[in-house]
């Protein structure tokens, strides 16, 4: 994909602002060809797909080609539609906010033709019409030929679907020799580059392709889920397939921003790349990316296209992207040099449309896959353990351990009571059991909340006003055991042997796994995550 900056393009101030003002941030592909090549004087076939800027392609030159203190008709557009002349004459208008004297001029059917008389009368150096209007016009002499320097056809294919084929043609036979012709379309036919033979001197051909995927070695995935399950999948994801790299794409800075937050606050290394980003911002980010010392990075497709780092393990498509191309570039990130990569896409709902799009246009499969269930991540870390325990032995070293499980054999133990023994104690901490009843969510979540709000998980607490338990001892002990600060909890409602204490979702992990071995007025409590129908029935 190449895109210049307009900036750095030869382009005049007053115009280049006008196109900041529109909100461009940088050239498309078809500008960034089409323009230098218009403005060095080439005739020009300029092909791309709809919605990818054609006509500020064409417009800014054209405009810039103009000159004011001439009032006579100078540039020549043909659209296939009225709507199209009046979009097209509006892109005109915004393209020279900063520049003065210069009239535009729309002309279709439909419109009194007095009006279009008067409006061409008063002198308009670019003319935007409909082949029909303008051959009248023509015929009128309202509008004069003899000094046009710049013909334009926007939309060839649709002018001559329409039938327009003949009337273009009487157009461009009046037309003096002397003159750039510049044709767009979405497509190309015989019948265009028939066209484009009789009327055009030595033509350029830009040709915008979409994309195709040149990196097959990236395997494709969807995940079906809801926006709040979002930031769960990721992190499951994550922590299943322990990527050393990875890149979370999202469609907005905003979103970047707090996928950061959120993530940071569970504990992962990750930071945000987005367009507000000082440069010594970026730097530091993309230097601890390099490093290592980040392991997600969450970016804008924009501010994402400068960097490059070859050793991405996977690529989320955090959203969808907007654009088909952005997807290509994105999942690009990974699989470089050789190397296998991963691309994962969340998909919502009716996305799966944009998705089939994107398939369409790059002529890849995706494909469909459920979330990894809280035993697949505990699956996954446990195969983990059990490799570094091979590795441990295979690289020797161990005479310091063997040591000291010889003395505990000496004490008559097993040595396979001792090993496991010791596995209790190591993966202790990867079993997720507890957090059993949020096991599927790519399933109806309605079982799964309990609280006043979404944001909230109800869990359970096995202990209650007959222990003599107050709601600050409770806060107290999930302050001191999960760091759970007490105003970030929710209602804490006591019974008489229980209590229900709601969670805001993000520190559910948390307390969860505090409480586990905690002691509230010198008694050890269990905590889980509240069964909805159990909570009904307790209520
Ligand atoms: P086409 O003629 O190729 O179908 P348009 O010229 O109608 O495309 O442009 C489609 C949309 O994209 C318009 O809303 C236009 O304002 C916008 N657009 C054009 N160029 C850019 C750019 N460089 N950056 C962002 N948006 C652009
Ligand atoms: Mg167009």
């Not at 679907?161 to 003096?176: A, C, N």
């Not at 469609?251 to 504990?267: A, I, M």
Request: glycine share 6%.
């Amino acid at each position: 994909m190449e895109h210049f900056k307009f900036e750095d393009m030869n382009i005049s101030p007053e115009i280049c602002q006008a196109v900041l003002d529109m909100g461009f941030e940088e050239a498309t592909p078809i500008q960034s060809q089409a323009i230098p090549l218009i403005q060095q004087g080439r005739d020009i076939i300029g092909q791309s797909q709809t919605g990818t800027g054609k006509t500020a392609a064409f417009g800014i030159p054209c405009l810039e080609r103009i000159q004011a203190d001439d009032r006579r008709l100078q540039a020549l557009i043909l659209c296939p539609t009225r709507e199209l002349a009046i979009q097209v004459s509006e892109e005109f208008r915004k393209l020279l906010k900063y520049k003065e004297n210069i009239r535009v001029v729309p002309i279709y059917g439909g419109q009194p033709i007095d009006r279009q008389i008067l409006a061409l009368k008063k002198g308009a150096q670019v003319v935007i019409g409909t082949p029909g209007r303008v051959m009248d016009h023509m015929r009128r002499r309202t509008l004069k030929m003899e000094t046009v320097q710049m013909m334009i056809l926007d939309e060839a294919d649709e002018m001559l679907d329409m039938g327009f084929r003949e009337d273009i043609e009487t157009i461009l036979v009046k037309i003096p020799e002397d003159h750039q012709t510049l044709l767009f379309s979405a497509t190309l036919s015989p019948e265009i580059l028939d066209i484009t033979k009789r009327f055009q001197k030595d033509p350029a051909y830009v040709k915008i392709v979409r994309k195709e995927l040149t990196v097959p070695s990236i395997e494709q995935y969807y995940f079906d889920v809801r926006e709040k399950t979002k930031l769960e999948a990721l992190t499951r994801i994550i922590d299943v397939y322990m990527p050393n790299l990875a890149m979370v794409f999202c469609n907005t800075k905003k979103r970047v921003d707090d996928l950061v937050e959120s993530l940071q606050g569970r504990g992962y290394f990750a930071e945000g790349l987005h367009g507000d980003l000082k440069q010594a911002q970026r730097d530091k980010v993309m230097q601890k990316f390099r490093n290592g010392t980040i392991e997600i990075l969450v970016a804008t497709d924009v501010a994402a296209r400068g960097i490059d780092v070859d050793d991405i393990d996977i690529v989320f498509n955090y959203d969808v992207p907007q654009d088909e191309e952005y997807y290509v570039h994105r999942i690009g990130r990974t699989g470089r040099a050789g190397r296998s990569g991963k691309a994962f896409t969340f998909c919502v709902g009716k996305e799966i449309y944009k998705l089939r799009d994107i398939m369409r246009y790059t002529k890849t499969k995706i494909v469909q896959q459920k979330l990894p269930t809280l035993s697949d991540v505990e699956e996954m870390k446990t195969n983990i353990f059990l490799e570094k325990i091979k590795d441990s032995i295979q690289s020797g070293g161990l005479t310091k351990y063997v040591n000291l499980v010889e003395r505990l054999m000496d004490e008559d133990f097993a040595a396979i009571d001792i090993a496991a023994a010791l596995l209790k104690h190591n993966l202790a901490d990867v079993r997720t059991d507890d957090l059993d009843v949020l096991e599927d969510i790519n399933c109806d979540e309605t079982n799964l909340y309990g609280g006043d709000s979404e944001k909230m998980v109800r869990i359970f607490l096995n202990a209650g006003k007959k222990q003599k338990i107050r709601a600050k001892d409770i806060v107290g002990a999930i302050a001191n055991e999960a760091g759970v600060p007490g105003k970030a909890l929710g209602a804490i409602d006591l019974f008489d042997d229980y209590t229900f204490v709601d969670v805001p979702r993000e520190y559910l992990r948390d307390v969860i796994h505090g409480m586990k071995h905690a002691k509230i007025k010198n008694k050890k409590v269990h905590v889980e995550v509240a069964k909805k129908d159990k909570q009904k029935k307790k209520r």
